[in-house]
């Protein structure tokens, strides 16, 4: 949730699912994250065009069945009058490596191959709100980050020192193919 996925409802708040999609480049992703929730899933994975400004983009992604257990994350993960998303006051609860991993593949990036940091695109998310992930990632896993405002928002940098911290947290987890967002070209 705290990436690119979102939750939709058709019947006012009493089931959710969970919808993924994203560029066709992240065709693996796609898969392992259907492969991971394929037991809620009714159809494959599919294609689907996109037109913006007149340019022609292709996604791939698939939805959930909708179901009452989305219900909880729903409620944390998106505010009731806006129906914009936001963090949840129990994110240091629900935050795992897993958790982390995925974030950083839907919006993780390196900044460039000169500077080497990573940063995390979060400008969706409130300042306030940021702060609470900000806290749970320097208490519950001792990755501190920093602050860079956008035009558009805010985002995460990850701040070197505890940048080792980070990479053993998520490192398990990170696809061959999104490997390249750490600056690591070893695609599979």
């Not at 990632?137 to 035009?151: A, C, G």
């Not at 990850?158 to 053993?168: D, E, V």
Request: one cysteine or more; charged letters at 25%; a positive charge.
């Amino acid at each position: 949730m705290l990436g690119d996925g979102c939750l939709e409802t058709q019947n006012e708040g009493r089931t959710y699912r969970l919808k993924v999609e994203q560029s066709i480049k992240h065709k693996e992703y796609v898969d392992w994250l259907y492969g991971n929730l394929e037991n809620f899933v009714l159809s494959k994975p599919r294609l689907r065009k996109k037109t913006l400004n007149g340019k022609v983009r292709w996604n791939y992604g698939f939805q959930t069945m909708s179901c009452g257990n989305l219900r909880f994350f729903a409620h944390q993960f998106y505010d009731k009058k806006s129906r914009k998303k936001k963090i949840p006051k129990i994110i240091r609860r629900l935050l795992n490596c897993l958790a982390i991993a995925i974030w950083f593949m839907d919006d993780g990036q390196i900044k460039s191959k000169r500077h080497r940091t990573l940063l995390i695109n979060t400008q969706s998310f409130s300042l306030t709100d940021l702060r609470l992930l900000q806290n749970a990632l320097s208490k519950k896993f001792q990755i501190e980050t920093t602050f860079k405002k956008e035009r558009t928002g805010y985002r995460i940098y990850l701040i070197s020192k505890t940048l080792p911290n980070f990479l053993q947290c998520i490192d398990a987890y990170i696809l061959p193919s999104m490997r390249y967002k750490l600056g690591i070209n070893n695609h599979a």
